[in-house]
């Protein structure tokens, strides 16, 4: 199982970043996804999670409204789309797999001016 984030970089105040993980390695058709993060400091937190076949997402309070989760199955590939960013948002974000308890490496977002 591997999965490959990109998309993180440094971000002002209320811009936005597309976040992408690309699967490899397992059956990612029938996998349910999830994106994580973590803040210096603190521990690693659930921020979006979407069903492997009917597209069902489900998000952490903070980022409803603002976050949108998404995947295309014939590429492999799951998305976090985060608008109206935040500077506590910045965190390491990182892909997993929950069916195969599979970690990206993750990739960093800083929301400064």
């Known amino acids: 199982v591997q999965l490959v984030e990109s998309g993180g970089g440094l971000v002002q105040p209320g811009g936005s970043l597309r976040l992408s993980c690309a699967a490899s390695?397992?059956?990612?058709?029938?996998?349910?996804m999830s994106w994580y993060r973590q803040a210096p400091g603190k521990e690693r937190e659930l921020v979006a999670t979407?069903?492997?076949?009917?597209?069902?997402?489900q998000y952490t309070d903070s980022v409803k409204g603002r976050f949108t989760i998404s995947r295309v199955q014939r590429k492999n590939t799951v998305y976090l789309q985060m608008d109206s960013l935040k500077p506590e948002d910045t965190a390491v974000y990182y892909c997993?797999?929950?069916?195969?308890?599979?970690w990206g490496q993750g990739t960093q977002v800083t929301v400064s001016s």
């Open positions: 997993y797999a929950p069916r195969y308890a599979s």
């Open positions: 979407i069903s492997s076949t009917t597209g069902i997402t």
């Open positions: 390695g397992f059956t990612f058709s029938s996998s349910p």
